[in-house]
């Protein structure tokens, strides 16, 4: 009777804690809806008129210019941090300069509008600002580290394996132009029933992409924020030592973002439980960087590029991503900018009707105009072509 009565309690503990994870995520997906579809939809403006095939162009070399406009453009361009990869590899092979084409694959999942606006409504407008200021950060020390490791001879390998055209993911998301052409201003296009289209087309698709890892993040983050006691995260990210823990975060917060397989925007919600758990601000910026790091990436890094190629981005990748880190927390610890209190939003109020719910449903019906006109516009066999071959580029 007693170990009966045991096992019923320990299963009821198991499903009050999975239900109070899932409820935490659900209330977090409700408190950011509306800022995603926001931001996609600004994203699908952008990209509405700005074709790829204009963009390896501007990228055939590494000076500073180019790289400016690399990032530029990658900040117009697609939020998945898979697409951002295989179009980085893609620009690459059509002659883009290899820094050059890590710049806009940083710039493409880093330092996109969608990021910002969920960072600012989660976080705070201060950790907005680092990941815009850090962002270029990155990608400076980036460059300066390609100029002392990446010799000729090991880009010249890395070119030879990415013409080998091995498939990694988000191929066929990656390869599709779906911008309009022709002559006309960005407004005269944009307000075109091809322009529409187009709005509609990446829109949907730049959530096809995401989608999963958005999920992942949010249960992650859910789990996480119900299940492990913040005490483990201040000892982990040694909070109440201020030297050591701006000293650390930097450090483990890439390493944390490598095990939690989370990347894109979904691993957001995530920095949100990291931040309230004690991690340092230049830790937080440290760990967004590195959704270009789990270890899915790696391995398509590894299939794109080579063996050697993907051990040389890892550790140029993490060491960049932790100056970053280091140089955003000395300059907003400097201007005053680092927030006082750990109060992260994360979905502990519920869902309740005041303004969040009323964005929610402006946006939802928006998003579903969008998802309408993409499928009677011919969008939905595209969502079969998304991990097609990366040598056959489709509309």
Not at 14 to 24: E, H, S
Not at 81 to 94: G, P, Q, W
Not at 243 to 249: P, Y
Not at 252 to 280: D, E, M
Request: glycine share 10%.
């Amino acid at each position: 009777m007693i170990g009966r009565y045991q096992r019923r309690v320990g299963q009821e503990a198991a499903v009050d804690a999975i239900g109070r994870a899932l409820a935490l995520a659900g209330s977090m997906a409700w408190e950011i809806l509306w800022a995603l579809i926001l931001g996609f939809a600004l994203s699908a403006t952008v990209q509405a008129v700005v074709r790829k095939s204009t963009i390896v162009r501007l990228m055939g070399d590494h000076r500073p210019r180019t790289l400016a406009t690399a990032t530029a453009l990658g900040a117009a361009s697609s939020s998945c941090s898979y697409a951002a990869v295989a179009l980085a590899r893609s620009l690459f092979r059509k002659g883009a300069d290899f820094t050059a084409a890590m710049a806009f694959e940083i710039g493409s999942t880093n330092l996109v509008a969608e990021l910002g606006i969920i960072l600012a409504l989660l976080l705070g407008w201060q950790f907005t600002l680092a990941e815009f200021v850090g962002g270029p950060l990155m990608i400076v020390l980036l460059a300066l580290l390609f100029r002392l490791f990446v010799r000729t001879g090991l880009v010249a390998r890395a070119r030879e394996q990415a013409e080998r055209g091995v498939a990694g993911s988000m191929e066929g998301h990656a390869a599709m132009d779906m911008s309009v052409g022709g002559e006309g201003s960005f407004l005269r296009r944009l307000s075109s029933p091809d322009g529409f289209t187009a709005v509609a087309h990446v829109f949907v698709m730049e959530w096809a992409a995401v989608l999963r890892d958005i999920v992942l993040g949010l249960l992650i983050a859910g789990a996480v924020g119900a299940w492990v006691p913040d005490s483990w995260w201040q000892a982990l990210f040694f909070d109440g030592h201020p030297l050591a823990s701006a000293l650390w975060g930097p450090l483990i917060g890439p390493v944390v973002a490598i095990l939690s397989f989370v990347c894109s925007i979904g691993n957001v919600p995530l920095a949100a439980v990291l931040w309230n758990g004690g991690i340092s601000f230049g830790g937080v910026v440290a760990f967004l960087f590195a959704d270009l790091l789990i270890l899915p990436i790696l391995n398509i890094y590894r299939k794109y590029y080579g063996l050697r190629v993907m051990f040389v981005l890892l550790g140029t990748f993490y060491a960049a991503m932790a100056g970053a880190g280091y140089l955003v927390e000395l300059l907003f610890g400097a201007a005053g900018l680092v927030p006082s209190q750990r109060a992260a939003r994360f979905g502990e109020d519920g869902i309740s009707w005041n303004y969040t719910t009323w964005l929610d449903l402006a946006f939802l019906l928006l998003a579903a105009v969008l998802v309408v006109r993409f499928a009677r516009t011919g969008g939905l066999p595209m969502l079969r072509m998304m991990n097609g071959s990366p040598d056959h580029p489709r509309r």
